[in-house]
T-cell receptor, first 113, second 116 residues
Framework: SQQGEEDPQALSIQEGENATMNCSYK?????LQWYRQNSGRGLVHLIL?????REKHSGRLRVTLDTSKKSSSLLITASRAADTASYFC?????????????FGSGTRLQVQP | DARVTQTPRHKVTEMGQEVTMRCQPI?????VFWYRQTMMQGLELLAY????????DSGMPKDRFSAEMPDATLATLKIQPSEPRDSAVYFC??????????????FGPGTRLTVL
């Protein structure tokens, strides 16, 4: 079953605009991660935010985490055509010996040149 | 440039045949995962190994699927007998978990399986 649910399912923007994707989850987490998947490729890790962190930056990426609302957002600033991909949030449960991620259904981002 | 490798990249087979997929995790990583991705179900965890020991295979149909790590450089996922509903992209991922905070997973390019 999927823990994280991304919103929106699909997003189309113009190059240079910002893109915001949201993720909601149901149970407690150890960390939350965002991955990108280009069509026909494997997933690529973008950023990890720990449960005790509220915000994290990496280049043009900004991730926020609100554990009280069980939600996270990924902001891509000044988007480029190369950012076109599917974006997944993945939750890492508290360490019960099962350190496996649970992935959401993804947001398909289309950046128009 | 360390990467997770998977073979084969594509596999077309007929229903009832055995399928074996192989994965070489990144050297030094202590966790290996097998995922299956379909349009309908998204990404599903099939199996998880830590230090080569299977920790979780609850997502795997036990009657036909099996996952092993014969050594630290090889993980295998076998389907016997295969069925059309097994058609999907199968990803292997590896990671290095050192503390309670976990870490990122590195994904292979996937094996696209088609069962006719």
């Amino acid at each position: 079953s999927q823990q994280g649910e991304e919103d929106p399912q699909a997003l189309s923007i113009q190059e240079g605009e910002n893109a915001t994707m949201n993720c909601s989850y149901k149970t407690s987490i150890n960390n939350l991660q965002w991955y990108r998947q280009n069509s026909g490729r494997g997933l690529v890790h973008l950023i990890l935010i720990r449960s005790n962190e509220r915000e994290k930056h990496s280049g043009r990426l900004r991730v926020t985490l609100d554990t009280s609302k069980k939600s996270s957002s990924l902001l891509i600033t000044a988007s480029r055509a190369a950012d076109t991909a599917s974006y997944f949030c993945a939750t890492d449960p508290p360490d019960t010996g099962r350190r496996a991620l649970t992935f959401g259904s993804g947001t398909r981002l289309q950046v128009q040149p | 440039d360390a990467r997770v490798t998977q073979t084969p990249r594509h596999k077309v087979t007929e229903m009832g045949q055995e399928v074996t997929m192989r994965c070489q995790p990144i050297l030094g990583h202590n966790t290996v995962f097998w995922y299956r991705q379909t349009m309908m179900q998204g990404l599903e965890l099939l199996a998880y190994f830590r230090n080569r020991a299977p920790l979780d295979d609850s997502g795997m149909p036990k009657d036909r699927f099996s996952a092993e790590m014969p050594d630290a450089t090889l993980a295998t996922l076998k389907i016997q007998p295969s069925e059309p509903r097994d058609s999907a992209v199968y990803f292997c991922a590896s990671g290095l978990v050192l503390d309670r905070w976990g870490n990122e997973q590195f994904f292979g390019p996937g094996t696209r399986l088609t069962v006719l």
